[in-house]
Every structure is written in structure tokens, then in C-alpha cells.
């Protein structure tokens, strides 16, 4: 009885020694462990034998974690006190170092960070402050990782989440935005009235350069037509002459006399007291009296007088 009793505690012992000694690390975890009080290495990940009387061990997480720094007030260059809050993205490198370097990771982390901040927005103007944000995230970040390398931590990102000026910079930053937006809408607006005014500059151009087209073709076509009618209006002449001409060869002289004398009388005809004839006047008078002479018949005889003896 009392054998069995001691066998059961033995294995009651046996069983709670080895669930002691046993350790299951995930992937993502490191077991820093100490032995009589003297660090001894990482264990994991995995499944991990310790010995629960003499070994102590702690947990390190090594995933990307993050740490909100609260608000932070700081005086730039140009003596303005802004409010800012950010957040630090950090990572386990080391361990061991982060265990043995550092008590509370967290705690210093967040006096490093205030100090850094009030440092480096100390060099910045307001302006920078307010403008250059993703450069003072690098700069923190450089600042604080130089700090926290020591300590097996990485810092791979700090971000800014606010800044909040004082009231009345912020009222002048309205200002200030309410004149900018003023500024691009009446630059957009003579932007616009630039563009509408080339527009119509060159749609005038255009009209003009289309009308000043249809006048030259319109001018060359009647000037074509003109060329064209002068020279149908030269070949009616030259054929009208031709006619003439032609008609002329066939008349003789006496007909050519008679449209002389019927010209003579359509000028006696006229109201006129003057009249310009020509010298060839004597000639066409012979020529007239040749005709009459050979036109005249032969006058008849004249009878004897009735008185004659």
C-alpha cells in the first residue's frame, strides 16, 4: 500500500516534471533561456527541453509590432509650439539582446521618442513641419534606430499621425489656403478665357483664310469666264470680218458706188449745216457720170421744126 502509494507519487512528480520540461516555441517566438541565473542562448521554434529546476525562461516576440507615441508637444526653429503624435514600427532582431540590453523596451522607447521629436522639430520651421512630413518620419526613424539598435530592435517605421498648430496659425493657415484656392480659380478661370480667346483667334483665321480661298477661286473663275467670253466675242468678230470679206470679193464697183451715194444721202438726211467730203468726191462723180453715160439709151432724133422751110 504504502509502495504503491510512493510509485503513484513518484510518477504524479514524473509526469508534472515533464509537462515542466517540455516547451512548444512557434515560429514566430524565441525562448531566451537562462540557466542558475546565466543566459544561455535562444531556443525554438519548435519543441524544446528545459530543466525546470535550474532553467528560467523568457518569451520574445519577434513580429512586427507597434507603439503609439501620445501627443508631444515641441518648439520649432521659428518659435512655434505645435502638438504631434505618431507611432513607431518596431521588430525583434536580437533576442537575447533585447532582454538583456533593455527592462522595459516599451517605457524607453517612448522617452527616446518624445526626446528625438522635440530634437528634430527643434531644427524645422513651421512650415517644414507642416510641409516636409514624410522627411521627418525619416529622420525619426534614423534617430531612434540608432538608439534602439543596441537594444536588438529594429525601428522600421515612424509615422506621424497629427500635428496640430497653435490657434492662430491655424487660423492664418486657413487664411492662407482660402487666398490659395482664390489664386487657382481665377488662374484656372484666365487659363480658360486664354484657351476660349486662341480658339476663336483661330477659328476667325481660319474663316478668313477659307473666305480670302473662295474669293481668289471665285476671281479666277470669272476672270476665266471673261477670258472665255473674249475670245468667243473675237472669234464672232474675226468670223463676221471673214464674211465680210467674203461677201466684198464678190461685189463690183458700181454696187460699192451705190452704198457710197446711199451713204451721202442718209448724211444729207441729218440735221447737220456741215459736212466733211472727202477729195475723192471728184472721182466717185466721174465714176457716177461714166456709169449714167453708159447706162443712158439713145435719144431719138428731134423732129424737124414745123416753121422750117
Known sequence: MIIGAIVGAVAFCALVFGAMS????????????????????TRGPGLVFINPAVDRTNWVDLRERFLEIPSQTAITSDNAPISIDFIIFYKVMDPQLSVLSVQNFAGAALN?????????VGDMAL?????????????LRVRLDEVTERWGVKVTSVEVREINPPPGVLEAMTRQMSAERTRRAQVTEAEGQKAAAILAAEGQRQAAITLAEGNQKATVLAAEGERQAAVLKAQGFSGGLEKILEVARTLDGNTLLLQYLDTLRQIGSSPSTKFVVPMELSTLLQGLRSVLVA????????PPSANGS
Open 22 to 41: 517540455i516547451r512548444i516555441v512557434r515560429e514566430y517566438q524565441r525562448i531566451v533561456l537562462f540557466r542558475l541565473g546565466r543566459a544561455v542562448g
Open 112 to 120: 527616446i521618442a518624445a526626446t528625438t521629436l522635440r530634437s528634430v
Open 127 to 139: 512650415d517644414d513641419v507642416l510641409s516636409k512630413r514624410e522627411d521627418m518620419n525619416a529622420v
Open 295 to 302: 447706162e443712158e439709151p439713145t435719144l431719138p432724133a428731134t
